[in-house]
Each structure stands twice: as C-alpha cells, then as structure tokens.
T-cell receptor
Framework: SQTIHQWPATLVQPVGSPLSLECTVE??????LYWYRQAAGRGLQLLFY??????ISSEVPQNLSASRPQDRQFILSSKKLLLSDSGFYLC????????????FGPGTRLTVL | GQSLEQPSEVTAVEGAIVQINCTYQ??????LSWYQQHDGGAPTFLSY????GLEETGRFSSFLSRSDSYGYLLLQELQMKDSASYFC??????????FGAGTRLFVKA
C-alpha cells in the first residue's frame, strides 16, 4: 500500500524567509501528486498538482511554487513567505487512472511570524 | 464558479444517526467523495459515489442525486470517535478534486 512522507511536521518561519516542504511517496509508481493548504477550521485549497516528472499545474496564483524532480517526490517552495502563507500543508496522491480518490500525507503545520 | 455547500456544524448523541448534506455546483462532475479529518490529522477517504443511489460501508453510507446536485453522508450508531470534520468533495475530472469547507460533527455522550 502507498505511504506518503512529509517533513517537517511543524515549522515556524519569519516573514520574508524562504520555504521548502518535501513530500515523498512509497508503494506506487507514476502517481498524481497534489499540494493543498488548509487554514484553521477551513476546507482544503488546491495549490498545485502534478501528473508526472516536471509537470506542474498551478491552481492559485501566489508566491508559492512547486517542483517534481522525481516520480515520487514533490516539493513546495517559496522565496519569501508572507503572513498569509500560514496553514496546514498537505501532500496527497491519487492513482494515475480511474477516479480521484486521494490519499493524504501527515501534513506540515507552518506558522509565519 | 465552483462550490460545495455543507453545514458548518452538526451535533448528535452517541448511538444516534446523523446525516450531513452537501450540495455542489462545479463545472464538470464525475462523482462525489467524502473524507473524515480528526483534529490535527490528515483527511482520510470514506466513500465515493459516481452514480445515483446509496453506497454502504459499515456504519457509513453515502448518497448521490446527480439531478439535484446533492449528496449526503449518513453515519449510524454514532460513537465518540466519530467526532471529526467531514468534507464532501467533487471530482471534476482533469485530476482535480474540489473540497467543501467541511462539517464539524460533535458527538455527545
């Protein structure tokens, strides 16, 4: 079965600092990968998704970017964090075919001060 | 626009039955999913309805009516551990799923 790893689990960063969150997937090949952000008490906002190496689709224009350097690695980055970037960041994967049941990683809780 | 509407909070008693409704308006619709999320945890998949009707999985059932753009999650024999947030989500094709804002379920003893 598939396993999703995310690190770090928690992160406190000052405004204007860079960000790099990593997600790796085990137990599956050629997955569709997703980055979501969840504000406290809110739903999930899709940020990026990727259907293959080097293929990134952005859903929300902002100061974040994503990269997929390997089949099972997905990275979320920022050059300069904003206060509004605080939230719970979740990486998810789904099968490359069929309906879109998603499996989520444990998440990274980011606080920007 | 794309939106899914669900109640923000529902409270029920242990052992009871509760229904969480979801109405959706999305461009492109392939099916409706439900996810459970406990505080501080990641969402976990509960069910998926691609066709009209009821799908049953143990104590949980999910229903879809495409003509009404409506679905619900039914939880029976409620337990304290069912206290969590529940999200409906629309699979719109193109590898994308749109999530509702979530319903917070409180189960009381």
């Amino acid at each position: 079965s598939q396993t999703i790893h995310q690190w770090p689990a928690t992160l406190v960063q000052p405004v204007g600092s860079p960000l790099s969150l990593e997600c790796t997937v085990e137990g599956t090949s050629n997955p569709n990968l997703y980055w979501y952000r969840q504000a406290a008490g809110r739903g999930l906002q899709l940020l990026f998704y990727s259907v293959g190496i080097g293929q990134i689709s952005s859903e929300v224009p902002q100061n974040l970017s994503a990269s997929r350097p390997q089949d099972r690695q997905f990275i979320l980055s920022s050059k300069k964090l904003l206060l509004s970037d605080s939230g719970f960041y979740l990486c998810a994967q789904s099968r490359s075919s069929g309906y879109n049941e998603q499996f989520f990683g444990p998440g990274t809780r980011l606080t920007v001060l | 626009g794309q939106s899914l509407e669900q109640p923000s909070e529902v409270t029920a008693v242990e052992g009871a039955i509760v229904q969480i409704n979801c109405t959706y308006q999305t461009s492109g619709f392939y099916g409706l999913s439900w996810y459970q999320q406990h505080d501080g945890g990641a969402p976990t998949f509960l069910s998926y309805n691609a066709l009209d009707g009821l799908e049953e999985t143990g104590r949980f059932s999910s229903f879809l009516s495409r003509s009404d753009s409506y679905g619900y999650l039914l939880l029976q024999e409620l337990q304290m551990k069912d206290s969590a947030s529940y999200f409906c989500a629309s699979y719109t094709g193109g590898f994308k799923t749109i999530f509702g804002a979530g319903t917070r379920l409180f189960v009381k003893a």
